[in-house]
């Protein structure tokens, strides 16, 4: 299953993304791949791996997160680096190398009507750096009712850094650290007509690409027959290095990594080396 199994991105789409800081990519993802990822995540739902961070809702709805699956699951592994997604990640960074930071698993099961609070990511990672993105790829219908993404358009270009909270009721991750020059996320839910909000609906195969300063949250799953997953690869671009500052997450930082060091290493390996062949576009 090579890269040439992925459509080809066009110019239209990399200017959406450039300027809003998302844009849905229509069926990114192969059937094929689909059903190896999804026997992937039913494996990791069976018997998690390390990284874990679900928990139950007193209503009797459930969460399962994950991340850094790749390092243990070997489908996930080979669609993170050997599948076309790196190269798709390529033209939206434009970058001449491409780093994997991690990949992160998000299950919503039916009837889960705990709200991902709106947040952007850059915050909670170890990093430095522009070129930093998320492929969010759909593995069932995706509607507002089973929990869709929303983005606030544009917010990439803020320069806004929000301080990280924890997500749910999950002791896998402890409070973050407060950090003095990141500031509380407002309250976008009370003032939405203030902020110009997007969203779309996905089928699987289907994928948002979005900016790691993109503010975005999620509606919990009220639907009462339909679980939503959605699973996450993140990448980086030349210019991003490593960054150790208050406030990350624990679980991104590296044991071998000096702040200001290029990412690459065995946690955060290169997938596209940088060569001096110029970039299609």
Not at 10 to 34: K, P, T
Not at 67 to 74: A, G, N, P, V, Y
Not at 205 to 223: C, E, K, M, Q, W
């Amino acid at each position: 299953m090579t890269s040439s199994q992925f459509r080809a991105v066009s110019e239209q789409e990399i200017a959406s993304y450039q300027r809003d800081g998302v844009v849905v990519l229509r069926e990114l993802v192969s059937s094929a791949w689909l059903d190896r990822i999804a026997a992937a995540i039913q494996r990791d739902i069976e018997q998690p791996g390390p990284f874990y961070h679900g928990y139950q809702t007193a209503d009797g709805g459930r969460f399962h997160g994950n991340m850094r699956l790749f390092e243990s699951d070997q489908d996930m592994n080979s669609f993170c680096r050997e599948s076309g997604l790196p190269q798709v990640a390529r033209r939206f960074l434009d970058s001449n190398k491409v780093n994997l930071l991690y990949d992160q698993l998000f299950v919503k099961e039916a009837a889960t009507l705990n709200r991902t609070r709106w947040h952007n990511d850059q915050p909670y990672w170890p990093i430095q750096g522009w070129q930093v993105l998320s492929i969010w790829v759909a593995l069932d219908n995706t509607t507002v009712d089973s929990g869709a993404l929303e983005f606030v358009r544009g917010s990439h270009r803020w320069n806004r850094w929000f301080q990280p909270e924890t997500f749910g009721k999950t002791e896998a991750v402890a409070a973050y650290e407060r950090n003095p020059d990141y500031e509380p996320m407002p309250d976008i839910d009370m003032h939405r007509c203030d902020y110009d909000l997007v969203s779309w609906d996905l089928v699987p195969g289907d994928a948002y690409l979005f900016h790691a300063l993109t503010v975005h949250g999620a509606a919990g799953n009220s639907t009462t027959d339909r679980r939503r997953r959605g699973y996450t690869v993140r990448y980086t671009g030349d210019d991003v290095v490593y960054d150790s500052r208050a406030g990350t997450n624990r679980h991104l930082r590296s044991p071998t990594l000096h702040d200001g060091d290029p990412l690459d290493s065995d946690q955060f390996p290169v997938i596209i080396a940088a060569s001096s062949t110029p970039r299609s576009r």
